[in-house]
């Protein structure tokens, strides 16, 4: 059905604890941050709603609440570099250091180690962020390409089915660009742009198995979501319950946000590490296929783009990613 253990993905877990419960304080936190700046821009808003009439007072703490919502997305949108680089790419070397058999250090030690290779294989942050957006525009192309295959199926009502399909898939490739990144550094290659695009076409020659596999884990990614967000309803009702003029929304909004953490810091990690599994299964022995190469290099911009770095990184032109990083995200 899958190609991959979840008894494996619960070991490397429990063997990466030191990184799980860095990236619970890091997502938990970014959750605190919201509610404060939220609850914060509100108790503003309402003071500010004294000068009026009820109405007024009810309108200004609305605006408050959004305008600490905004300020905070604001910043953490800047951080989005950071957080790929420190805690996404840095959980995910240490789980390929432990599915390669070898020993990770204990406690903060760890995360000064997967710091210490994710620096090794990409540099500076905005390498592997620009590198992480091209393998997002690639895997669409990739997801894109197997749908139109199963649309020219002749089969009555297929177009209405594919239509669920690719909103599914959509959800599911969201975990994929992550296992890309992974064969980087499980290959150890000092060409990063190379490496993913390596990493790509043998995703790209073995997508059915690999999009099968997420499937099943983003069913249960989000299902495991949906429940905690039901059970994180009454605790979040009761935080917008002592907020100045009550929020009737925040009730909904910050449950979302606490099982937007938990869901990024624990819930994830565990599907990436199934994933992990089964990229490796799946392509193990292989290499890559010139003709998906060409089938990619026809389908997406972003994977010539992809070339282009790999050629021009090894030639030593390292210090150009950072100017054409907004280039990269627009092709």
């Not at 108790?43 to 905004?70: K, L, N, R, S």
């Not at 996404?88 to 250091?97: L, P």
């Not at 660009?177 to 490496?195: F, Q």
Request: with cysteine.
């Amino acid at each position: 059905m899958w190609d991959f253990s979840m008894g494996t993905a619960l070991t490397l877990m429990r063997k990466t604890m030191p990184f799980l419960l860095f990236r619970i304080s890091v997502y938990f936190g970014i959750a605190v941050a919201y509610v404060l700046a939220t609850g914060t821009g509100a108790g503003i808003g309402y003071g500010v709603g004294g000068f009026g009439d009820d109405d007024f007072q009810t309108t200004t703490t609305m605006w408050g609440g959004i305008a600490g919502f905004g300020i905070t997305a604001g910043i953490l949108y800047l951080l989005r570099e950071y957080l790929l680089y420190i805690v996404k790419a840095g959980h995910i070397a240490v789980m390929v250091e432990l599915l390669d058999g070898r020993e990770l250090p204990d406690g903060q030690g760890q995360i000064s180690y997967a710091r210490r290779i994710v620096s090794e294989r990409f540099g500076e942050a905005s390498v592997l962020f620009g590198i992480d957006q091209l393998i997002t525009g690639v895997v669409n192309a990739i997801t894109g390409m197997v749908q139109g295959l199963l649309m020219i199926l002749p089969i009555p009502g297929l177009d209405k089915v594919m239509s669920l399909v690719r909103a599914y898939l959509k959800l599911a490739v969201g975990l994929v660009d992550e296992v890309i990144l992974a064969h980087s550094l499980r290959t150890g290659s000092e060409n990063p742009y190379a490496s993913a695009k390596q990493a790509l076409v043998l995703y790209g020659q073995n997508a059915k198995p690999m999009q099968k596999n997420a499937a099943w884990l983003t069913l249960f990614v989000w299902g495991i979501s949906l429940l905690v967000f039901l059970l994180m309803l009454a605790p979040a009702a009761a935080v917008v319950y002592v907020m100045p003029g009550a929020w009737s929304a925040g009730g909904v909004v910050f449950a979302l946000l606490f099982a937007w953490a938990v869901k990024v810091a624990v819930i994830e990690p565990f599907a990436i590490a199934c994933l992990l599994q089964a990229f490796f299964k799946v392509t193990e022995g292989q290499t890559a296929n010139p003709d998906w190469e060409a089938k990619l290099e026809t389908a997406s911009n972003k994977f010539k783009t992809l070339g282009e770095k790999a050629v021009n990184w090894a030639s030593g032109g390292r210090g150009t990613h950072s100017a054409n990083k907004a280039e990269e995200a627009a092709v």
